[in-house]
């Protein structure tokens, strides 16, 4: 299942992207040399934003397996980002094959690699989408044929935020999506912060104003208020190498610029 939406032609390539900058980040090939140019200033300002980038990845992969072993069955991943192996639908097969995914990106970039990289199996679909129209991506069609809204589901959104300004009412987008989720659902969130890196958190933002998309690093209370309605399971929101690492969990030796945690929707009352 397959909704582009957009030909490739209509590819933004005359502005920094910010997934196409991640991809360069993680050492990915699918950028541009606006892309590449733009990343390059952010990592003279940040050099580790490198290891923010590995580590929020390594997150979405602690993260995806909790789910998986806790009985998640249906994911609905939005901000999905240039494919970068193994994806949410491969890391959640490897504990149970029958889960499925709903990916979303506003990026027609990623609409012409998630042919090759996403739908790799019956269980998961794509369609292009903007996260600050909530009905449009919960009424879509691939999401009625993917997801039982009566079953449990998890909402991933996985260093999306941040390019959501203040004005744009990031909690009032999140209220509308925990509202449409059934009970014993789940959300997986990080978010770029400047708690750490001072007036460097500004200048890296700055580079972003040239984007197709702003950055707006929040503190640790604001992300926090982003999980209103939902219990965070331990440990909380942490900086992202430090939910549940493992044993291939790289310890930076410095503060990594991005936090993350899981909550479970709490309880509604009758």
Do not use: C
Request: hydrophobic share 40%.
């Amino acid at each position: 299942m397959t909704d582009q939406g957009f030909p490739v032609e209509e590819i933004d390539t005359s502005r920094p992207h910010p997934a196409r900058m991640y991809d360069y980040f993680l050492g990915g090939r699918d950028n541009y040399e606006v892309d590449r140019e733009a990343a390059e200033r952010v990592l003279e300002v940040v050099p580790e934003v490198v290891l923010g980038a590995r580590a929020n990845r390594d997150f979405m992969r602690r993260a995806v397996g909790h789910l998986a072993r806790s009985g998640v069955r249906q994911i609905i991943d939005i901000g999905t980002g240039i494919p970068t192996s193994p994806n949410t639908h491969e890391l959640a097969h490897a504990v149970s094959p029958d889960v499925r995914v709903a990916y979303i990106d506003n990026d027609p970039i990623v609409a012409t690699h998630a042919g090759a990289h996403l739908l790799g199996t019956g269980n998961t679909g794509f369609f292009l989408g903007d996260m600050r129209k909530p009905r449009t991506i919960l009424e879509h069609p691939t999401i009625g044929e993917l997801i039982d809204v009566t079953q449990p589901v998890a909402l991933m959104l996985v260093s999306v935020l941040h390019f959501v300004s203040d004005a744009e009412d990031p909690a009032g987008l999140m209220a509308a999506y925990r509202d449409a989720l059934p009970d014993g659902s789940y959300l997986v969130l990080s978010h770029a912060t400047g708690d750490f890196h001072g007036e460097r958190a500004d200048d890296v933002a700055s580079v972003y104003k040239n984007a197709t998309a702003a950055l707006t690093p929040r503190s640790h209370a604001q992300v926090l208020e982003l999980f209103e309605g939902f219990d965070l399971v331990d440990p909380g929101l942490v900086q992202v190498h430090e939910w549940r690492p493992d044993d291939s969990t790289q310890v930076p030796d410095q503060p990594i610029g991005v936090y993350g945690a899981v909550g479970r929707l709490k309880e509604r009352t009758a």
